[in-house]
């Protein structure tokens, strides 16, 4: 029932009492189904207007996890049996395309359940090919040309990575990058030669200049004597000198 008179400043407020509840939310009447109990008062019953429902196109949305399937399952449910157990409409024929299978267990008891592969308690899905379109029964029985076009495609791409890896064309372009590398490692080795080289160069020419340096010292120790201040940094190679 639409709202046609809204509150004004100042009027008064009343709690809404169970009796009030009932009337929003449906009353025992031919037709109308009970989906479940009302969240803010358990005691009263949520009950919708069956042909309203099944005559115009409804939808259950919500996000994943809310509660969609077991929204419909108890739709289901309520509209197959009342809550004593007993069926609300026997005449109703519902037809349900579980394509995710997310039904079947639930409502087992109250359906019966076609599948291709029918389990323990479930009948075979059978389909007359009269009920079937020309055009989705060949695609059935062939396939589907756009599939068929797909996989002549791929297996020609196939046949042509193998004729490429097999032939002359891929043995050349591996020979190619081996001998680049190759190449690089000899210019490597040739550089670290060179670099020792030099090293032990510079190495024997500081090696000469210590020498040289600890000698000056010692040698002016042996004419000073003790007046001369001592430099540690040359007494060690003077002693290491020494014991070598």
């Known amino acids: 029932?639409?709202?046609?008179?809204?509150?004004?400043?100042?009027?008064?407020?009343?709690?809404?009492?169970?009796?009030?509840?009932?009337?929003?939310?449906?009353?025992?009447?031919?037709?109308?189904?009970?989906?479940?109990?009302?969240?803010?008062?358990?005691?009263?019953?949520?009950?919708?207007?069956?042909d309203r429902l099944v005559t115009r196109h409804s939808a259950v949305l919500g996000s994943t996890g809310a509660g969609k399937s077991t929204t419909i399952a108890s739709l289901l449910r309520a509209i197959a049996h009342s809550s004593d157990g007993n069926p609300a409409f026997p005449s109703t024929r519902i037809l349900l395309l579980d394509i995710h299978g997310e039904y079947g267990t639930a409502l087992k008891s109250i359906a019966k359940v076609f599948r291709v592969t029918p389990s323990k308690g479930e009948?075979?899905?059978?389909?007359?090919?009269w009920a079937i379109d020309t055009t989705e029964l060949l695609s059935f029985?062939?396939?589907?040309?756009?599939?068929?076009?797909?996989?002549?495609?791929?297996?020609?791409?196939?046949?042509?990575?193998?004729?490429?890896?097999?032939?002359?064309?891929?043995?050349h372009r591996v020979e190619a990058i081996v001998e680049r590398f190759s190449e690089m490692q000899d210019d490597l080795n040739r550089?670290?030669?060179?670099?020792?080289?030099?090293?032990?160069?510079?190495?024997?020419?500081?090696?000469?200049?210590i020498d040289s340096t600890v000698g000056m010292y010692g040698d002016l120790q042996g004419i000073a004597g003790r007046a001369m201040q001592e430099i540690p940094a040359l007494e060690t190679p003077l002693i290491e000198s020494q014991e070598d």
Do not use: C
């Open 123 to 129: 009948e075979p899905l059978l389909i007359p090919y």
């Open 191 to 209: 550089e670290r030669k060179a670099t020792m080289r030099l090293w032990a160069k510079r190495e024997a020419q500081i090696q000469g200049v």
């Open 1 to 50: 029932m639409p709202i046609d008179k809204y509150p004004a400043i100042n009027d008064e407020v009343h709690l809404v009492t169970d009796e009030d509840l009932a009337k929003i939310y449906g009353t025992a009447e031919r037709g109308q189904v009970v989906i479940g109990r009302l969240a803010g008062a358990e005691s009263i019953p949520v009950r919708i207007d069956l």
């Open 141 to 171: 029985l062939m396939g589907r040309l756009e599939a068929r076009v797909s996989q002549e495609g791929q297996q020609t791409k196939t046949e042509q990575v193998y004729q490429y890896l097999t032939g002359p064309r891929f043995r």
